[in-house]
């Protein structure tokens, strides 16, 4: 069983509102699973059902493949989008409250909270009121209360927003650490650089429906276009720019380059190989720059949901 | 439940924490305690004051009737002319000058006036016109030829002892402490549903508002939250309701002795006028019977059904509210729900006030007492009096039935409503939620 969380065919109604539509994904263990779409394409209702706030209407999920129950409450930790604590009460005691309700004894949810209160350096907070605390120190708070009973499963509902630059990086490594430690994670987001820096698969849904998923290096490839970065230096570039447009697909090219004598995006044929290419250049012109265009995230994402 | 007990446990601290609530505490019987002192000093003032009043009996047929009291001195002036009499009268600062004209014992009656500064007293008034009644009716009388001796004689005094069928004997203070148990009862269901109803519906939108809800019910099942806010929130009002009886008590019996002020006088002119309707030996009569008739009201009944039909009325009322502060986004926008939640309840204490009074086994009063909206004010109202223990327990089922079905309707809503923001939500949305 690699599958840490299988959804089959999900679907959910609210009224005449369908929020999701058999949507399926299956999240290997020990991955970094990116859930993405634009705003209301139905992430947070999946992940709402993966939490048992909202039961599915038809479908099933399953966890380490068993269908999920109340006990399975405490082997996730769920970090949503819109969170906040009890503001008048204390830090400690709130924390206390929120593991215990996941299932920690007392003295277990005490030692764990020592523990990340020390590594946080924010000991001191314990007496606090939330209303005493920052926007991002809450964060840091809410981010420990969900961790802090070392779930099976994470779930990260927009982790980064809220935090400073520092902050957010501090977080980020926690959240690949616990990874390192076993934790599988689910991390939903529009910031499409923090995907690109830590998912390892990605499900993209778009108006209720799934509509890409998979490893996240299979869906570039998938996305690549063969078009190539091509930076030459050259003392007659006009003709060697009709050389290579009657060969080749040309592109307008907007990279930056030191040499801007001829600057291309070339787009070559699935028959041609990158290195018949290469070498028509070198026969041409000087080669200074030659980079395969690699779709990121974000052109994906964008291209996925124009076409649907 | 682990979940439920944890919940119920936070509600508690946290309510029973929280400074407001503390000072609330300590502080209303203070205020209370502190406004009824003063009502009684006051109306205390208000008998102990002297005052004078002046008569002038033209007609000579009032001459040993008003006799001086404690409080009232009667100062004749029987050889003055009214102008002049009223102008005394005002020199001296006295209360008011009564004035009896000429006239026989059919006649003079019309002509009584009652000149003053400021409007007199009703009690002063009522006490002069009995006066004058009484010995008008002794004049005529001996006029018609009977002595004073058969006139006397001729007084009776009767106070109706009630018996039920059973041999239960009961007066009218045994009526009156019924009342007072019954309404004692309703009243304070009422206060408490109101009071805390409020304060678990404020706790629900403080949680939504503070966003920390979802994060709870990815933990706990809605309806564990539900029912924990709902039983922390009244064991947090036991506990207030407890301090405040205490307090009450310690105060009151502090006040009375320190500062000599008699609590009850605060009713102290109703008080002289039960006192005044009533002979002094039926009154130990009465007592006693009242003594006894509290020995025979049925004190089991009493406090089993005061359980059962407080914590049924009570949760029925506060899982609306707490659906309540899960459909909307912050106070300003409950008000709309608000109405249909008050208007039961207001009834209900409106029907225990004026028709249990009056006849609490009448249509009316039987019938609200079987409504479960109103069945637990009204039901705790008529007990006292005695009701059949197979409505009690029809009431009380059906009491059961809507219970279960309001937080089951409460729950869903609150399922609903409390991952919705945004959008102040109408009734068919709520219907809308139901179906989710």
Partial sequence: ????????????????????????????????????????????????????????????????????????????????????????????????????????????????????????????????????????????????????????????????SGFDPINANLIKDEILKLREEGATVIFSTHRMESVEELCDHIALIHKSNKVLDGNLIDIKRQFKSSTFEVGLQSNNSKVVIEEIKNKFDVLPATFKNVYDDVKLNVKITPETSPNDLLSFLTSKAEVHHFVEVIPSSNDIFIQTVKNN | MNHLSLIIKREYFTKVKNKSFVIMTFLSPLIMIALISVVAYLAQLNTNKKRTISILDQSGLFTEVFENTDNTTYNYTNDATVEEAKAIVKEDEQYGLLYIGKGNLDTVGETVRFYSEDSPSLTVISSLENKIERKLRDLKLVANG????????????????????DGQKSSKIDNILKLAFGGIAGYLLFMFIIIYGNMIMRSVIEEKTSRIIEIIISSVKPIQLMMGKIIGTSLAGVTQFAIWIVLLAILSTVVSIVFGIDLTAAQGQQQELIQQAMDSSTMQNEISLAIQSFQNLPIANLIIAFLFFFIGGYLLYSSLYAAIGAAVDNETDTQQFMLPILMPLILAVYVGVFTVIEDPHGTVSTIFSFIPFTSPVVMLMRIPFGVPMWQQVVSLLLLVGTFTLTVWFAAKIYRVGILMYGKKPSYKSLMKWLKY
């Fill in chain 1, 1 to 160: 069983m690699s599958e840490l969380l299988v959804a089959n065919a999900v679907s959910k109604d609210f009224g005449d509102f369908r929020a999701l539509n058999k949507v399926s994904i299956a999240v290997p263990k020990g991955s970094i699973f990116g859930l993405l779409g634009p705003n209301g394409a139905g992430k947070t209702t999946l992940i709402r059902i993966i939490n048992q706030i909202t039961m599915p209407d038809e479908g099933s999920v399953l966890l380490d493949g068993h269908p999920l129950k109340q006990e399975h409450i405490r082997d996730i930790g769920y970090l949503p989008e819109e969170r906040g604590l009890y503001k008048s009460m204390r830090v400690g005691e709130q924390a206390l409250y929120l593991a215990q309700l996941k299932g920690m004894s007392k003295s277990e949810a005490k030692n764990q909270l020592k523990y990340w209160f020390d590594k946080f350096e924010i000991s001191d907070w314990w007496n606090k009121k939330i209303q005493e605390l920052s926007k991002g120190q809450a964060q840091k708070i809410q981010f420990i209360v969900t961790v802090l009973h070392r779930p099976k499963l994470l779930i990260f509902d927009e982790p980064f």
């Fill in chain 2, 146 to 165: 009977l002595n004073a001796e058969e006139i006397k004689a001729a007084k009776a005094n009767v106070s109706i002892l009630q018996e039920s069928f």
